[in-house]
């Protein structure tokens, strides 16, 4: 008698349940036996790649088909100034040849972008980036301009080393401050800022060798960066030796020892509700074998050199499309060594100068985005710091103001106008030139591209 009123009320306190709740039941019920199978899959694959690792037999990449993209800049470009005068402006005892393009003396060349007056086909960017196997990424960029093929980047990357370590080896942008790992097509304005271009040449430090990261286990970001790279840079550092054109069997200074160049770097960040604070330091060193004996001005730099940068990055979100972001660095320089001139007219001696360059300056940029679409920006730089022990006379702020606004139809398309104001060059006679640019940019892009750093 009691077993069955048992039975009859547990019957009436289910038939209480609405069919929404038992029918949410059910679906919790699905759920869970998704999330349980998902697990157990993951269990069979490790335990799969376990017993291949175990076993000596390769990993299958037949799943990883690499990532293709192809990146295409183009501009137009309209400057106050004709390119043949471009050819003979200088910084003063900083840089020549930075709004054209030049020759290192070492059969190297290269030109910046929007280089002419008129239309001017940047470059064209291919990239292949996939997973080579469970320990190992392997990324490729190639940059192609109409008279050149260059390697950009290729190098294999570590992608389970653990502890917060990471490592890289082959070509890649050096970590060193904040603008010099980002590629063109991701940067706010069409050209690199003065004092890179300036110190370090339109690619900035772009090398051979090897990087170490390390992520910090600590509740803000902290990341500590060390490379080691062959030291090619032509603007600051090299690694050719210093030969009479006069008589080129004769080694005036040999090369350095390579590798050459030592990069270090600390980078760190934290926010504060839905603003994003983004702050580092950096130092490289290396010997200098700086050659512009080619030159009308020929002279070449032996010695060794110290960068030294700190940046600082601030974003603030008002949306998710919506920002306002401020970037700036300051880079300073101490070269110390000797200046070759040549003291005949055979050019087969040289004159010799000890000389100490301590040079710095920097830029400072505001972005605003009112939505997805629309971004202005403004950004000003100046090289302030010019002192070079062998002449006294030597100008100093060179400054340059830039203004812009961006339309983005998509991720994959990007139209730029731009207006740059440069103060920072002179003539041969050491007269400040002042030259207005405008540019109207066109970035367009397909396939598969990598997410970029924040």
């Known amino acids: 008698m009691y077993k069955k009123l048992a039975y009859i009320s547990l019957f009436a306190a289910l038939s209480l349940f609405a069919d929404s709740e038992v029918e949410t039941l059910k679906q919790r019920v699905e759920t869970l036996e998704s999330i349980i199978k998902q697990q157990q899959k993951k269990e069979e694959d490790s335990k799969l790649l376990s017993s291949l690792n175990s076993s000596g037999n390769s990993f299958s990449q037949s799943s990883f088909i ?58 064209a960017e291919l990239a292949m980036q996939s997973v080579v196997d469970p320990y190992f990424s392997l990324t490729g960029i190639f940059h192609l301009t109409e008279d050149n093929f260059e390697i950009e980047e290729v190098f294999g990357e570590t992608t389970s080393l653990g502890y917060g370590l990471k490592a890289k080896i082959g070509k890649f942008r050096s970590g060193f401050g904040r603008i010099n790992e980002q590629h063109q097509h991701v940067q706010d304005f069409s050209d690199m800022p003065l004092i890179y271009v300036a110190f370090l040449g339109e690619h900035g430090i772009n090398d051979i060798g090897a990087q170490v990261q390390w992520t910090l286990p600590t509740d803000i970001f902290v990341k500590l960066g060390f490379e080691v790279l062959q030291g090619k840079n032509p603007s600051m550092y090299g690694t050719d030796s210093i030969s009479p054109e006069g008589d080129t069997e004769t080694i005036a200074v040999n090369s350095p020892s390579q590798p050459n160049l030592l990069v270090g770097y600390v980078k760190s960040s934290f926010d504060i509700d839905t603003t994003t604070f983004l702050y580092g330091a950096s130092i490289a060193y290396g010997d200098s074998r700086v050659n512009h004996l080619a030159d009308e001005n020929s002279h070449a730099f032996v010695g060794g050199s110290r960068l030294y940068g700190v940046d600082l990055t601030v974003k603030h979100y008002f949306d998710s499309y919506s920002y306002l972001t401020f970037q700036g660095e300051y880079l300073y320089r101490n070269m ?55 002449d006294s006379t030597l100008a100093n702020n060179f400054d340059r103001y830039s203004v812009m606004v961006d339309y983005t139809t998509s991720e994959f398309a990007r139209f730029r106008l731009q207006y740059n104001r440069n103060n920072a060059m002179f003539n041969e006679a050491g007269e400040r030139q002042h030259i207005d640019t405008f540019i109207v940019e066109m970035n367009l892009a397909i396939g598969a591209h990598g997410a970029h750093n924040f």
């Open 336 to 390: 110390d060594g000797e200046v070759y001139t040549y003291a005949d007219t055979n050019k087969t001696t040289f004159n010799v100068t000890s000389t100490v360059k301590k040079q710095g300056g920097y830029y400072a940029q505001l972005v605003y985005a009112f939505n997805q679409n629309y971004r202005i920006g403004t950004r000003y730089e100046n090289i302030n710091k010019n002192d070079v022990s062998t």
């Open 66 to 123: 690499p990532d293709f993209s192809l990146i295409v800049d183009t501009s137009y470009v309209s400057r106050s100034k004709k390119d043949e005068e471009l050819t003979h402006l200088e910084i003063p005892g900083i840089a020549h040849g930075v709004m054209a393009a030049h020759s290192h003396g070492d059969g190297h060349s290269e030109a910046p972008i929007n280089a002419n007056d008129g239309f001017n086909l940047n470059y």
